[in-house]
């Protein structure tokens, strides 16, 4: 047979596989994936710049904006950072909520994730069951926080709104029906014969390899490694709840999907015990003032249903910080999947390139642009020039 | 006759494309729920296309950053006409709190005609459906098409 | 072969030809997105859905895209229309006027059903898109793949008849014995038949060459406007006629005069047919080009080949 001729599929800009604009190259033989080249840059906004010129009490709602996805993750971290730089303790009223806002998000970001997993695979079936049951995830954010997303839940000290007690029954029983539907499509989705066949062994991230481009969140958990960071370096109410990490070993497709379905089993565990908890708690405050701006540096960490968001924070004493910096856990996990699509064909590609729930928007911190438009500079080059700057200070100091 | 018989074909049959530029997601997750059975807009008649070839109804989600206004031009030019445009949430009405983004290239609606706006952000997808239906009273108020 | 010229083109135009076989497809259509939407917990759109969908895709522009030669790009669509118009009316007529002598035969519609597949990857492939291109060779590795099964599904039945080729003869042996699916070997091709026809009709698991998310709608990417319109048209049409295609050959066809007024029954049986197709569309994420390539040269070829030498026993 004559030597297949290399081609170059454009997966993006706009692509029906993703929501959000993003731009893969896949260089194909045929069928067969050979080389994957991953373009960012056409969701950065510029979040950091802004953040400088907020005060700490709308950082989180330009946070939040991040991603709507995980629009509580990095609201989570951000008043997390702050309240590290400033000091203060956040009463237990708060923590909880806080923890009940962040498990529901996680439920709805992963039933949203197996549903678009679902219609990329041509099974819409599976999307709208997903989504039909993610609905009911919505109802419950909007009774507590008011909105179906973007909660705008969080602010450094505490929170906004409070759960009252009179409404934590109803709550409990919305939440044994959630159970249920969740325990059911799980079932029915990691049963089926024809998505194992499908899934199974499709887009594989060896534990080496997922060590090597350290992949965060369930990616990494699908591949055998036991990170969280709610059990690593627990916060909010983590260590409060009991609950079990989800790790599986195979790090392919199918397992990234076992670990997103069977956490939300576990998120809906930890929101009932937090309810539970929050019920004999009495009534009382639900945020420490904050007296003034933070003077000094701060981190904020939390799991977010895709792996760990990073959010630093300096503070000069005023109202405003001077450095704020994020890290998304996406920008790690869509790096390896120059890994996990190679020797695969274009169509695994597609999900596999789905399967570590990849999140642009949180993910384009960094962008250079010439005022007509045109990139400047790549990742790459970026961090080139990032490396040649800390190489130059250090020689200088 | 011939042109009121394409007019309330397209008003019934209105397939969407839907441009993500630079969001934070979430209208588009919304956009997307509007499928999905507890909104159900394939009642209208209301299907997702796969290709900008197919669309009628272009969804515009996001601020309009300096690197993807190349492509939502290009796939603009790419939808047969006639075609309607909708801004989807604030972020593509007025930039929401992005104004003062140093990549933000300016509200949809200097680059594009828009026809509805759909303000919220996110909208609520009953949101959505009202600006669609405000989409195709214009469409039927339009004379020449 | 005493039928006026004017007739001919009736049975081709009208009935039972195109304008009969495009309201019933787009009404079939119909039905595939209303079941579909019922299993997926929705309402699903109104009846009239996919003629306002084929109104509206009339009324707007079209593009040609850059470098793609415009008259195979806009001329393989019309092929498909044109030859599935013939295929209709070949495969209803001798069902609907026993009588009649209308040519056709077994081969012919093996030949017209080759032809959509064909003019498909001929447009796309004009077409100058790596994704379109991509789609082409998806349906052509597919296409040869569920060949292979369909002709032995065929073999047998021509078997089973005794070496029986015209549509006309097939039925009427099919009213005097059995219809050939009640036997193992002619249900044995009835099931290989049935998966090739579901492949052909590029639905899921088989609809690798249109995968919406994965090539964006593969062959059809770059067709827009009044040549979608055809594309779409073709699409339902096919639809219609491989249910009648697999009613006629296999289950004695819709209308058998032995039967009396109970053969408006019989019109459920292509109604039985698509919901089993749309069942199947439903309740399966889509293959993987190799999965299916794999599928068909093995499971179902096998399949096929098992009902053939059955049919050569005589079961
Ligand atoms: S309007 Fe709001 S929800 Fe929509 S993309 Fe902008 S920030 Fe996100």
């Known amino acids: 047979m004559a030597e297949l001729e290399r081609k170059i599929i454009p997966i993006g800009p706009f692509h029906p596989l993703q929501e959000e604009a993003e731009y893969f190259k896949l260089k194909v033989e045929g069928e067969k994936v050979v080389g994957l080249d991953i373009q960012l840059g056409y969701m950065h906004r510029g979040h950091e710049k802004i953040c400088e010129g907020k005060t700490y009490d709308q950082i989180p709602f330009v946070v939040e904006r991040i991603c709507g996805i995980c629009s509580t993750s990095h609201p989570f971290a951000c008043v997390q950072a702050i309240e590290d730089a400033a000091g203060i303790e956040i009463p237990p009223r708060a923590a909880y909520v806080r923890t009940i806002v962040g498990e529901l998000e996680r439920i709805h970001s992963h039933l949203l994730w197996a549903g678009l997993a679902g219609h990329f695979l041509g099974y819409n079936t599976v999307w709208m069951w997903a989504w039909k049951y993610r609905e009911s995830v919505l109802e419950i954010s909007e009774l507590i926080t008011g909105n179906r997303n973007h909660y705008a839940m969080f602010k450094p000290g505490g929170v906004r709104r409070d759960i009252e007690g009179g409404m934590i029954p109803p709550l409990l029983a919305t939440l044994d029906e959630l159970d249920k539907k969740l325990t059911m499509l799980t079932k029915a989705v990691l049963d089926d014969p024809m998505l194992h066949k499908r899934l199974e062994g499709v887009g594989v991230l060896t534990r080496e390899k997922a060590i090597e481009y350290s992949v965060e969140g369930p990616t990494g958990r699908a591949s055998g490694l036991k990170i969280d960071v709610r059990k690593d370096d627990p916060h909010a109410a983590y260590d409060w709840v009991e609950w079990e990490e989800i790790v599986c070993q195979e790090g392919d497709v199918f397992a990234k999907t076992k670990v997103r379905l069977l956490e939300c089993l576990e998120s809906t565990k930890i929101i009932r015990q937090c309810l539970r908890k929050l019920k004999d708690l009495p009534e009382g405050e639900i945020d420490a003032r904050m007296e003034h701006g933070p003077d000094g540096e701060g981190v904020g960490r939390y799991e977010a249903p895709r792996g760990e968001v990073f959010h630093y924070v300096k503070g000069d004493g005023s109202m405003y910080p001077v450095r704020y910096k994020i890290r998304a856990p996406s920008s790690m996990n869509i790096k390896s999947n120059e890994v996990a699509v190679l020797g695969g064909s274009v169509a695994d590609a597609a999900i596999i390139l789905a399967a570590v729930d990849p999140c642009y928007c949180c993910t384009e911190r960094i962008a250079a642009f010439n005022t007509k438009g045109k990139f400047l500079y790549n990742w790459n080059d970026l961090l080139k020039l990032s490396q040649e700057k800390t190489a130059r200070m250090g020689g200088g100091s | 006759m011939l042109k009121g018989l394409k007019k309330a074909a397209l008003a019934r049959s209105l397939w969407i494309y839907h441009v993500a530029a630079s969001p934070c997601n979430n209208c588009d997750i919304e956009i997307l729920d509007l499928l999905t059975p507890r909104f159900d807009v394939e009642r209208f008649g209301l299907l997702l296309a796969p290709s900008p070839r197919h669309a009628d109804l272009l969804l515009v989600t996001g601020m309009v950053n300096k690197k993807v206004l190349d492509r939502v031009l290009r796939v603009y030019a790419q939808i047969p006409k006639p075609c309607v445009v909708a801004a989807v949430g604030s972020c593509a009405i007025s930039g929401d709190l992005f104004v003062d983004s140093y990549n933000f290239a300016g509200p949809l609606d200097k680059h594009i005609p828009v026809d509805v706006y759909i303000g919220g952000c996110p909208p609520k997808p009953e949101a959505m459906i009202l600006g669609v239906v405000r989409a195709i009273e214009k469409l039927k108020k339009l004379k020449d098409l | ?315």
């Open chain 3, 1 to 315: 072969m005493n039928m006026s010229v004017g007739w001919v083109f009736f049975y081709l135009l009208v009935f039972p030809g195109f304008l009969f076989t495009s309201v019933v497809g787009l009404l079939y259509t119909w039905v595939d997105r209303k079941v579909t939407a019922r299993m997926q917990f929705r309402v699903g759109p109104p009846l009239l859905q996919p003629f306002y969908d084929f109104f509206k895709l009339l009324g707007k522009d079209t593009f040609v895209p850059e470098g793609a030669p415009r008259s195979i790009f806009l001329g393989a669509p019309l092929i498909g229309l044109a030859s599935v118009s013939v295929l209709s009316t070949v495969l209803l007529v001798s069902n609907f006027f026993p009588g009649q002598a209308f040519a056709g035969d077994l081969i012919v519609v093996l030949y017209l059903f080759a032809f959509v597949p064909i003019v498909l990857i001929l447009g796309a492939s004009s077409s100058s898109n790596p994704i379109s291109a991509l789609g082409a060779s998806r349906e052509m590795s597919l296409y040869l793949a569920y060949e292979l099964p369909l002709l032995f599904a065929l073999a047998t039945i021509i078997v089973k008849s005794g070496g029986l080729l015209k549509i006309g003869d097939l039925l009427q042996w099919q009213w005097t014995n059995h219809p050939f699916l009640y036997s193992a070997s002619g249900a044995l091709a009835f099931v290989s038949a049935f998966l090739c026809m579901q492949a052909k009709l590029g639905f899921v698991p088989f609809d690798i060459a249109e995968a919406e998310q994965e090539i964006m709608g593969g062959i059809t990417l770059e067709y827009s406007g009044p040549v979608l319109a055809v594309l779409k048209l073709t699409k339902a049409m096919l639809y219609f006629t491989v249910s009648i295609f697999l009613t006629v050959f296999f289950w004695g066809g819709f209308r058998s005069p032995r039967e009396g007024w109970y053969h408006i029954l019989g019109w459920l049986k292509p109604v039985a047919i698509i919901v089993l197709i749309i069942l199947i569309k439903n309740t399966n994420p889509r293959l993987r080009i190799d999965q299916a390539l794999r599928f068909f040269w093995s499971i179902v070829l096998v399949l096929s080949i098992a009902g053939f030498i059955l049919a050569t026993v005589g079961l």
